[in-house]
Structures are given as C-alpha cells and as structure tokens.
C-alpha cells in the first residue's frame, strides 16, 4: 500500500502492523490476526513470541495467561498441550480463537510471498539458552530470509546472531533505558532506579548528574551500542527518541552513522500529540514506525508509506 506522497524522502517510511492489528476485529498477535494482515495486503506484522516450559514458542504477549487468554498461571510454566487447549481473550471476553504457536506463524506467513518482513518480538521471560534459541531458528527455516527478530534481550540477540548471520535482528534497549511512567513498573523488570536525571537507568553514568542531559544521552547511547550485533535495527521508544532530540542528542542520527536503522514505537495515529512527534521522527530520518493503524498514520503524515 503506498498513500500518496506529500513529503518526499530517499527511501519511504515503513510502516510496522503492531500486533498484527491492521483488522482489529481478531485477537492481537493471533493467527488469525496475521493472516487477516496479509489477506489486506499488509508489507510488514509484528507479534509476539513467549518460549514455554517445554521449548515450544505460543504467541502470546504477556506471562500471566489470564491477561490475553482462557488460561491463569504463569505462561513460561506451561507446556504446549496445556496452552493449545487455551482461546485468545480481548477486553476480558473468551473469543472462539485458540492460542497459536510459532509454527502457525511462520505457515501462514509463507503462503503470503509478496509479504515482505514478519517481524517476531521474542520475550526474554524465561531464560533464552541456546537450545531454546537454536530450535527457534529452526522453526524459522522456510521463511528465514523475510523474518527479523526483535528482542529486548541483547545477549538473546547476540547469540541469534552466531546461530545464523542472515537472520535480520533488532534490539529494544528497553531494559537499560527508559521513561518513567505513570503506572508501577512491572516487578522484577529493570531498569530497577530512577537515576540523577529524571530515567529508568540502572547504569553507573545515572548516578549523579555530572553533565548535561545531551552529553549524558550520548554517553548511554554509546554504551548501550556495544550491547547490539553490529548492523542490528533499534527499536526505540518514540517518546525517548524525543526526550534526547529535546536534551540536544539525536539518537537517530548516531544509529545511522553506525550502520543501524531506527524504529520509533508505538505511536498512536488518534493522538495529536503521537502524529506531532512521529512528524519529528520522519523529519529526522527514522526508517520505520510501528502503529495500530498504519493506514490512518500515513494519511495523517502525508508521506510516502511501505505498510
């Protein structure tokens, strides 16, 4: 789907089906969510994997079954014979979908070959040991050369990268980086303190405010750099991005001078604030946005669109 151009760039925008949700008449993330994507034409899905107890991949967001299904427990406890009995939930009512597995997935995604990128979110709620990894990469064979895994688990996505080299990769520095935010955090989920300038950051250089903000981004920028493959895409946070572009530091533009691309999510296309930011990011260069509604984000921005 390319909307007509108003701004004119090098390469389009891509626009990234969150929870492959374009329909948002299916369970997010469900098979039947995926396929309806593609049946509408759709370039480029996002899910999300969680590993269970026996090395199977469901696809599920959260490890509290009751969240997002028929289920209670927790999902990485669980085995595929326990979750293949479960039915997706959306806004609290049990829908007539069963929850589905990565080998859904990657058949629905291969019977759509104009399709260009399935990207799988993997969830480090378990440990992500080789075996673990090395059957996941497995299970991605038939599509391997459209997939990208997407993780906040750096050393899930180093190690991704040993295993096979053409795999495309992205890495969330969402565990060492982040807003502070209305809501709790999750427990157990870093970065664990508030440092001395106003972030969820666990890192030394947070402890003390010895500079100012923009020299403080670039700091954590290059520290975290090293934690990534090299040529890895980045999956940040639009709200962060703009935190630094605001303290003088544009994260994009240090990614592109490293050789990475730049996601910016989730940005939401019925708030005037999100279209306002996400105007920003384009103007910066940012290579792809993830939204609910790619359609409707594109219309809003005017621009040249891959979704």
Known sequence: MLPISLIQRENPVRLIHHAANCKQSYPPGSPAALEGCLRAGSAIIE???IPLADGSFA??????LSVET???GDAIQATRKQVRKLNYKVNGE???HKVGFLEDAIEIFAAYPDALRLQLDLKPYTPLTQ???REFVRIL???LDRIQVTSVSDWAVRSLRRFSPELSLGFDPLLYLDLVDDEPRPDGIPPFRVGAYGLRDDHPLSAFEWGPMGEYFAARAAALLVQAPEGAQWFIRAELLDK???AGFDWIQFLHQHGCQVDGWTIDANNPKDIKLAETLVD???DDLTTDTPALLAEKLGIEAIY
């Open 47 to 49: 899910i999300d994997v």
């Open 59 to 64: 696809l599920i967001h959260d490890r509290d």
């Open 70 to 72: 028929s289920g209670s």
């Open 94 to 96: 049990v829908t007539k």
């Open 131 to 133: 075996a673990i990894l």
């Open 141 to 143: 064979s038939p599509v």
């Open 244 to 246: 630094a572009l605001k």
């Open 284 to 286: 910066l260069g940012i």
